[in-house]
């Protein structure tokens, strides 16, 4: 019989960080509510936005800041589910540079971000400590973190942008101890926001049928990030086997598998209004460039979560 | 589909009536005509760029049309000028020079040593054909974020190109030119100034052509890798992640504007050191 | 017995690399390799310094040595480190595995291959039409050099979720800008190659009065053929350049490029550089197949001495 | 009417970036079918010019020029011209032979009428065992006879031949020489020759027409008295020593300065 | 003793991929000074090769060759030679001026005595006034004129000629054969000279060296009875030509096939 075709796209290559997906498609999961879903690696320099814009995605896994920017850019995405309850970010910073109070401690560092829209989140703590991020005694020197955790090993940076899940762990395979380290979690300074949300757009959900097979590609990929939380080493494996780079290894995905599974758990999927609004305070908190500059409307939805659940 | 195909009519319109025109124009052949055809050849791409990007209703975040990019440089020119201060001037441009330096000093030095020569042409045509830009990611690694890992990029990345034309010019002389200076009982210091080098000027210049175009390329990959919050490569990668279609567009005009005026410079420079040679005699 | 010596086989054999290549080859190498090892220790010798300190022990030489040559994340690994990875990559896996270096090359081979055929073609066509009609001359040859400063490398992830968006994927949009990267010194090597003709050839063929494509085949393509060869030679290497820059940023999953970036993210220096050095060996492969196809065509048709 | 070659006031200008250059002017000459015409003047007096121009390669800017009582072109289309040039201009890619036979191809003869014609011209040159090498394996001598050779292949009506002999050392020129006037008695071609050599124009030739510079123009055309039939020694006659001076006195004449 | 150059039992080989070529052999010649030496024989005899091993770019590989009593290299290192080669092989980024001007500025001269010099070989060689122009201005005579030039602006004691004239039309020739005489006998220079033509040898040399192919050997060394002092006309005497004739017969006989 004819199975409804998905395609989706992740925010950044294969790995544990999006192991729900992996595990509703090798454990049948999607095939169980009659999807054939295409998953689609994402890299450092793909913006998942504008491939879901370009056609070459259904859905995408995205970062709300990024999407809401989007959105007002006119890109009208909507979240449709938010696997993901809790924020992984954080910044870490070498001991040995003297860091132990953001308040006060940042001016006059460097420190390592990432950008292509994953800027926003640390944008807007900035400019709620009021540092500039231009440089000078008074504010921070801002560079552009490649793709690995080297700025920090090579002293490079006083602090870079880690994930509790990931960067944090390379850091510490590295040779560095947790001693040497000093973490700043977005959740603990007020400024988490939204990570790994899934995304369509607008227009997608104005077809009954479209509706209704994302309800079904919500419903098997919670299943499956369920099933991943609860067996991460078995996650740990598919994720593996999924990677074509060759490159991961099976202790960090599973390290990666048991922390994401930290951060989905408490999350059925259904987005939580309170994390929205906390969110969308923090981005238009960003003194005089906000990251956005009004109230988005229309930007999340709970018809997909609602009919998956039901 | 009839829509499309009534699209499709003005489109073949104007590219027939811009060729027919340039068809006729280049029976002349003088300098303005030269200019004029070049010229209408780029105004007709751009005008069915943009009558393509509405006709089809092409979505800006995919291509984004002439007109759009146009408006974006214009409102940009300050963060445009910085980062073409940052890579093209301080990365592309320092690192050429550093490159081009070693390598024709280098080139000269090993000039003298045909063991040398033979031992290092191979090796330096070989890593001339490797896919250097895949050292970038080491070189931010050991230089650090800012321009000068980029230039370190370029000067890599030009060298041995460079170094392999030079080498080559310098030993371009033909038997004549060297048994007459060897008659005249010439030191070395005189027929390296006064032959190998005015010899290996046409060689030089094509490396010298070749690589300004990979000096910019260099650069700006290299930013990929890290780098402060400007600059071309940074630009680009940030607002494709912001879906600033138009500004990225904008950036790409000022490289491609940069890398063809840098590409004129150089080849008019070697027009008038290398008058003398034939292909720039026809 | 000196003079026995000098006549002996082993001295002629020396005396021969010095005269060829082997001999000053194999000592630029091992200079390069020397250099290579001392480089290796001074760049890893801060993190070793480090790390000594962190857990406060003493190194003797020999043993600070040693550790600046082994360890797991080096700024710069040494030669010896990388020939094991790459032996692990090429040798120590099934060709299909995804940790082998042969199925990731092959990845970027045939994609190379692609490109580089469809560039090089671009190439030949345009240059057979610029040489034939003063118009086309005129209006792509300056176009065609401000392609080539167009940052194509910095764009490509956009070039790939642009064709993404048009349903091509795959080996096809890496495939696609090493073709753009290729066609150029074709172009201008094949022009330059059609035009060799010097006046006097020319004006043989036209007191037989020959036609334009007699002139063609028989005059211009042959003339050109050294020049294609030379400019082949550089098209393939810019192709396996322009995949190898596709597949880097832009979330191709296989592919030296691929794996150059997660050895990148996951500091795993050594991997680079195995995939580095199978790129190199891919590009030595691909000029060496030219220059024997050159060599081959260039005997069939008298030109090689 | 049997004139092969009419030019009648023929001038031929080039523009050039430094200005116009006069290349030839008022030129008039008729040449009647079975001639032997050499042509001798100074460097740069136009003799390449106005063979070219015969072959249709160059069009005067003033005068007529008729070749078998059409155009030029028109006569280079119909393939009534062989010309060998001033270099040999041999195809590097193709064998000796090959390179004889390139014109045949073009012409469109067929396989074993080609093999048996190339054989022909190249025992005719003495380079009978020589047409599987490559031009760059023969001497300079040897590549000019290839290239004459190539030029006789497809028996045009027309021989137009600049300098053939020049790169080659007194004795073989005697050699080819003879050959030549052989082959021209046996096939009655009509042959127009620019030499250097006083002694060559005067051996070979019916008429020589001797030429000076800036603009080039034909000073005086002098029908030559000796027989058709001319053996080396003639070259030690009276006659050919008068014939020889005569032409001599019209080149100093020509010549200015330089 | 003034013999300048001595050769005893030259032999000289290449070593080629097909194996040796003996380009010269057993070649024995004194040249005493102020001689001037024609070398004349077929194409590929050794006459390049030999001037070549005189000025040192070849090394004989037998027999013993000296030079002002020194080893060649010795001599071109004391600067003894000016050597005009076949082709005029100017440096094409140097305008003629400079070009002629070039051995000076190697050699160390001022930059007055230069730009006399220079002035002064020019007119020699009729182009005064083109000494601003780049070599490809001017016609393939006037370059080699430009060449000879630059073989005599630094007063070598012995010019090297490698057929300096065979690119000239015979009235040019004739001119700078006389010029060339002259200067010979104002200056007293040892001159070794290689031409292709018999007369050429004959007018200009006190001797001429016949020489003949595979090997290059000399067959036949013929002192000239000719006065020092001669006239253009000298070459219709009976003396020049038998002289003539006996060089003829001298390269005759060492022509064997081709
Ligand atoms: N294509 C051209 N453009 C401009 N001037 C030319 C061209 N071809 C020939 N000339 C000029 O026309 C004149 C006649 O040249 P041509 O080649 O006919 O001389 P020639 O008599 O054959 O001389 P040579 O004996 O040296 O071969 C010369 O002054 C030459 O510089
Ligand atoms: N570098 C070389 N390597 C091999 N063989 C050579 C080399 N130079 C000259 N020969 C050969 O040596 C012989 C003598 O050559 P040379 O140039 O001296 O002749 P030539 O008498 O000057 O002839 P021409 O009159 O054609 O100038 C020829 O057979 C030539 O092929
Ligand atoms: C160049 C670059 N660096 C980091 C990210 C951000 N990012 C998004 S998801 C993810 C996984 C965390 O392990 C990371 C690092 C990016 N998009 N591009
Ligand atoms: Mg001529
Ligand atoms: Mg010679």
């Known amino acids: 019989q004819d199975k409804d075709d998905l395609t989706l796209q992740l925010k950044w290559v294969t790995q544990a960080q999006f192991a729900g997906y992996y595990v509703a498609q090798e454990k049948g999961f999607y095939d169980e509510e009659g999807l054939n879903v295409t998953i689609r690696p994402g890299g450092p320099d793909i913006a998942p936005t504008q491939v879901l814009a370009g056609g070459g995605a259904d859905v995408i896994v995205e970062w709300m800041p990024a999407a809401l920017a989007a959105r007002e850019k006119g890109l009208p995405l909507v979240n449709i589910a938010q696997p993901f309850k809790s924020s992984g970010m954080m910044l870490t910073c070498l001991k040995e540079s003297g860091i132990s109070d953001p308040q006060t401690d940042f001016s006059g560092k460097t420190l390592g971000v990432w950008f292509s829209g994953n800027e926003y989140p640390f944008l807007s703590w900035m400019s709620t400590l009021g540092l500039s991020t231009e440089g000078g005694p008074d504010g921070v020197t801002v560079l552009k973190q490649g793709f690995n955790v080297d700025p920090l090993l090579q002293k490079q940076a006083a602090c870079i942008s880690t994930m509790t899940y990931n960067e944090y762990w390379q850091v510490i395979d590295a040779g560095l101890t947790p001693d040497d380290l000093v973490t700043f979690k977005y959740s603990d300074q007020g400024v988490a926001t939204l990570e790994d949300g899934l995304y369509t757009l607008q227009s997608t959900l104005e077809d009954e049928d479209r509706v209704d097979a994302l309800a079904r590609f919500v419903r098997a990929s919670m299943k499956g990030w369920k099933y991943a939380e609860e067996h991460p080493e078995e996650a740990a494996e598919i994720v593996l086997e999924n990677d074509e780079t060759g490159a991961q290894t099976i202790e960090h995905q599973t390290r990666m598998a048991s922390e994401v599974a930290k951060l989905t758990a408490g999350s059925d999927g259904t987005l939580d209004e309170a994390d929205y609004q906390q969110t969308v305070k923090t981005l238009l908190s960003g003194g005089s460039d906000p990251v956005i500059s009004r109230e988005p409307e229309g930007a999340f939805t709970h018809i997909i979560t609602d009919r998956a659940l039901n | ?282 | 017995m000196t003079e026995a010596l000098a006549r002996g086989p082993f001295v002629r054999a020396l005396r021969r690399g010095a005269g060829g290549r082997t001999l000053p080859v194999l000592t630029v190498l091992l200079a390069i390799g020397i250099v290579w090892y001392v480089a290796a220790i001074g760049m890893n010798a801060q993190w070793v310094r480090d790390q000594a300190a962190r857990s406060d022990t003493e190194l003797s030489i020999p043993a600070f040595i040693g550790q600046t040559l082994t360890l797991d994340r080096p700024v710069l690994p040494a030669p010896h480190q990388v020939a094991a990875g790459l032996w692990d990559g090429l040798a120590g896996q099934k060709i299909t595995s995804k940790r082998s270096l042969v199925y990731h090359g092959w990845m970027t081979l045939s994609a190379t291959l692609a490109g580089f055929a469809m560039g090089s073609l671009a190439g030949m066509v345009l240059a057979i039409g610029i040489v034939h009609s003063r118009a086309m001359d005129q209006s792509v040859m300056p176009w065609a050099v401000a392609s080539q400063t167009v940052p194509i490398l910095a764009i490509a992830p956009m070039v790939i979720v642009v064709f993404a968006s048009a349903g091509v994927t795959g080996l096809l949009p890496k495939a696609i800008i090493a073709a753009w990267l290729s066609f150029f010194p074709v172009l201008v090597g094949m022009v330059k190659g059609l035009r060799t003709p010097d006046a006097m050839q020319l004006d043989l063929m036209r007191s037989w009065s020959a036609s334009a494509r007699q002139v063609f085949w028989r005059l211009r393509l042959p003339s050109s053929m050294p020049y294609l060869f030379a400019s082949l030679k550089v098209g393939v290497a810019a192709a396996l350049v322009g995949t190898i820059v596709g597949e880097l940023p832009a979330g191709a999953s296989s592919g030296l490029g691929a794996r150059l970036l997660s050895g990148s993210y996951y500091g795993q220096t050594v991997q680079i550089w195995a995939a580095l050095f199978t790129a190199a060996a891919l590009a030595a492969l691909l000029v060496a197949t030219i220059s024997l196809i050159e060599r081959l065509t260039l005997t069939r048709m008298g030109l090689a001495r | 009417m049997n004139d092969v070659i009419r030019a009648e006031d023929i001038g031929l200008t080039f523009q050039t970036a430094d200005g116009p250059v006069h290349a030839l002017k008022d030129v008039n000459l008729t040449v009647a079918q079975g001639d032997f015409v050499s042509f001798i003047g100074p460097s740069g007096c136009g003799k390449t010019t106005f063979l070219r121009a015969i072959a249709a390669l160059e069009t005067p800017t003033a005068g007529r020029l008729s070749v078998n009582g059409m155009t030029p072109d028109a006569a280079r289309r119909a393939r009534a011209y062989g010309y060998v040039f001033q270099a040999p201009g041999l195809y590097p890619w193709r064998t000796i032979a090959g390179n004889v036979s390139l014109p045949l191809e073009i012409m469109g003869f067929g396989r074993a009428e080609r093999r048996q014609r190339v054989a022909h011209v190249l025992d005719l040159v003495d380079l009978a065992g020589f047409g599987g090498k490559y031009p760059w394996q023969l001497s300079g001598g040897m590549q000019q006879r290839a290239s004459i050779a190539r030029a006789l292949a497809f028996d045009a009506d027309i021989l137009l031949m600049d300098e053939p002999f020049g790169a080659l050392d007194e004795i073989v020129r005697d050699r080819l020489n003879e050959a030549l006037l052989e082959l021209w008695a046996k096939t009655g071609k009509t042959i127009a020759f620019v030499t250097h050599s006083i002694p060559e124009a005067v051996y070979l030739s019916t008429r020589i027409v001797v030429m000076s510079p800036r603009p080039g123009r034909i000073t005086r055309i002098i029908d030559s008295p000796l027989p058709r039939n001319r053996p080396l020694d003639i070259r030690e006659t009276a006659a050919f020593i008068a014939l020889a001076h005569e032409v001599r006195e019209g080149l100093r004449e020509g010549h200015g300065h330089d």
Do not use: C
Not at chain 2, 23 to 34: G, K, P, S, Y
Not at chain 2, 94 to 116: E, K, M, N, Q, V
Not at chain 2, 142 to 167: E, Y
């Open chain 2, 1 to 282: 589909m009839t829509g499309a195909l009534a699209g499709t009519l003005p489109i073949l319109a104007v590219w027939a009536g811009g060729w027919a025109l340039n068809a006729w124009l280049a029976r002349f052949d003088t300098r303005l005509t030269r200019i004029l055809v070049a010229a209408i050849f780029g105004i007709t791409v751009i005008v069915l760029w943009e009558m393509i990007v509405r006709i089809y209703r092409v979505p800006t975040v995919i291509l984004p049309a002439p007109g759009q990019i146009a408006a974006s440089f214009a409102a940009n020119t300050a963060i445009l000028w910085t980062d073409f201060v940052q890579t093209i001037v301080k990365g592309a441009l320092t690192g050429w020079l550093i490159g081009a330096a070693a390598a024709i000093l280098t080139a000269i030095a090993i000039d003298r040593s045909p063991f040398l020569q033979r031992g290092l042409l191979p090796i330096g045509n070989f890593v001339a054909a490797l896919p250097i830009v895949g050292i970038a990611p080491i070189l931010v690694m050991w230089f650090g974020f800012d321009w000068q890992s980029k230039a370190a990029v370029v000067v890599v990345m030009v060298f041995f190109p460079i170094l392999v034309n030079m080498v080559a010019g310098l030993a371009a002389t033909d038997a004549m030119q060297r048994d007459l200076m060897a008659t005249w009982a010439a030191p070395y210091g005189a027929s390296l100034w006064k032959l190998r080098l005015p010899a290996a000027m046409p060689f030089l210049f094509n490396g010298l052509k070749i690589t300004t175009t990979l000096a910019l390329i260099g650069a700006i990959v290299a930013e990929f890798f890290g780098s402060p919050t400007h600059g071309m490569g940074f630009r680009i990668s940030t607002a494709v992640g912001r879906l600033d279609l138009p500004l990225v567009w904008a950036e790409i005009l000022v490289a491609a504007i940069a890398g063809t005026l840098f590409y004129g410079l150089v080849a008019l420079i070697e027009k008038k050191v290398t008058f003398w040679h034939p292909s720039q005699r026809a």
